[in-house]
């Protein structure tokens, strides 16, 4: 043992490093292997299929949304080119403008906040992961504080939005999205102040982000960016009452 | 050491640190694959089998949907570029966007079949908001508490007892009314498990029921949703 030792220390320091750099990147090229080729085979046979038709139905979903928002902001653009001189033409262009940004149907800028929640040590355990409910809670005290816009992890929160746990994932609009949890918000230059004024922001904070160990922490950017909702307006089983007025 | 021994071994020093150097960036790309590889994968390794069958299922509606809609915009804007080729006006294509968003964004009244739950006894608003994140994920067109529009920016807050929407004290009991399929919307709500459940169990002593409604009207909201803070990325 005394000669082991003596050996070693006998080594070069420099060929200790080696050895133990050289070990962790044989773990690394495991690692890596073990995770490459169609993601997911560490489970089970049934799953992997699953897994990669779900990863390319949510790409075509991304492509789809990128389409709708282009083809929307064509479309704004034609009717800002039409032919109308006349008054009320104009006006009927004017308030399908102001009834898409109403809408969130148009990307916005502005000041406001910028929150980040994150799951708190495994050692937590369930109560350490960030839920839909978590998410929502966040969102509707940046509306009673007067938020103007929301959007999560760069989806537009809407009057349609709903906020789901779907397994590890939170559905926001019909994007599953992963943490960390990225709450932007543009409002008043008191919008934070007005959160911390919050009984129920407080409480939140106090009974729910601490003990369980979440992290939870706000930026205040010179301009926050929100993106357009990118989903469908159409409407099956609802019908515009007629009125006189616009 | 002489004056000519001085760069060897310099180089000597160099070339037993190489290794270490080499061995490092490998570790540091092989650090970084590994993690990015991981990331690339949002939530799904925690789902079970049945649950990515759901989510496929979701995913796969939700598409088609999105595909119908880049279907109508593409029309519309064929419409648009041949009016604006010939000269003439699409006032009518205009005014039916225009009714449809407003519609769709609260700024006016609706009507269709839906539901109506009627709520009695002490319950939280985040039970009432409970309710109402699931009938969007059901489907729900267009939703009103009380008489009141449910669009973004509203929210039901309050302890038991002392709720609100929009300033406005809700009572004891009220009614929470949404337009979309009643069966769908019935059907999620009250599902073994469901929302319906969920909120009973943490609010006894509140009643919740769910009726379909055949044909009603919901008014547009008194809210101004016009943007005060956010100046629009045209």
């Known amino acids: ?246 | 050491m002489t004056a000519e021994q001085a760069p060897l071994a310099v180089v000597r020093r160099g070339g037993s640190r190489l290794p270490v150097v080499v061995v490092a960036t490998i570790l540091g790309l092989l650090v970084v694959g590994q993690l990015r590889g991981q990331a690339g994968v949002p939530g799904l390794s925690g789902l079970t089998a049945t649950e990515l069958t759901q989510l496929i299922a979701n995913l796969t509606a939700g598409n088609d949907q999105f595909r119908r809609e880049v279907a109508d915009l593409d029309q519309q804007e064929s419409k648009l570029a041949e009016a604006r080729d010939r000269g003439a006006s699409t006032v009518d294509e205009l005014q039916n966007d225009l009714s449809r968003i407003r519609a769709w964004a609260g700024l006016t009244a609706v009507t269709g079949q839906g539901i109506a739950i009627t709520v009695q006894g002490p319950i939280g608003g985040d039970g009432i908001e409970e309710l109402l994140n699931e009938l969007r994920n059901a489907g729900a067109e267009a939703i009103a508490v009380a008489g009141v529009r449910v669009v973004a920016g509203v929210v039901v807050a309050g302890a038991p007892g002392d709720l609100s929407i929009e300033n406005a004290p809700l009572g004891d009991s009220f009614e929470i009314r949404a337009i979309g399929s009643p069966q769908i919307l019935t059907g999620t709500l009250t599902r073994t498990g469901g929302v319906i459940a969920q909120v009973g169990a943490t609010y006894p002593d509140a009643r919740l029921v769910v009726s379909p409604v055949e044909t009603m009207t919901l008014a547009a909201t008194d809210r101004d949703l016009g943007p005060t803070d956010a100046s629009p990325r045209l």
Do not use: H
């Open chain 1, 1 to 246: 043992m005394t000669t082991i030792v003596g050996r070693l220390r006998g080594l070069p320091s420099v060929q200790v490093t080696l050895a133990a750099a050289l070990l962790v990147l044989g773990f690394l090229v495991a690692a890596q292997i073990a995770g490459e080729g169609p993601r997911i085979r560490y489970s089970t046979e049934e799953r992997s299929p699953l897994i990669e038709t779900a990863l390319g139905l949510q790409a075509q979903q991304e492509a789809l949304k990128a389409q709708i928002v282009d083809l929307r902001e064509r479309i704004g653009q034609l009717e800002a080119q039409g032919p109308g001189a006349a008054e009320s033409l104009k006006r009927l262009y004017a308030d399908l403008e102001d009834a898409r940004v109403a809408a969130g149907l148009i990307a916005v800028s502005g000041k406001g906040l910028a929150f980040r929640l994150e799951d708190g040590n495994q050692a937590g355990g369930l109560d350490a992961l960030v839920t839909a409910r978590d998410v929502r809670t966040l969102v509707q005290e940046l509306w009673l504080a007067g938020a103007d816009g929301i959007a999560v992890n760069g989806e537009r929160v809407v009057g349609s939005t709903a906020i789901l746990d779907i397994g590890g994932s939170i559905l926001v609009n019909s994007a599953y999205l992963a943490g960390p949890f990225e709450v932007r918000a543009i409002g008043p230059a008191d919008l934070y102040d007005r959160l911390q004024a919050s009984v129920a922001f407080v409480q939140f904070v106090q009974r729910r982000i601490e003990p369980s160990g979440l992290r939870l922490s706000v930026a205040q950017p010179d301009k926050v960016d929100l993106p357009a909702f990118a989903g469908t307006v159409n409407l099956r089983y609802a019908r515009p009452v007629a009125t006189t007025a616009p």
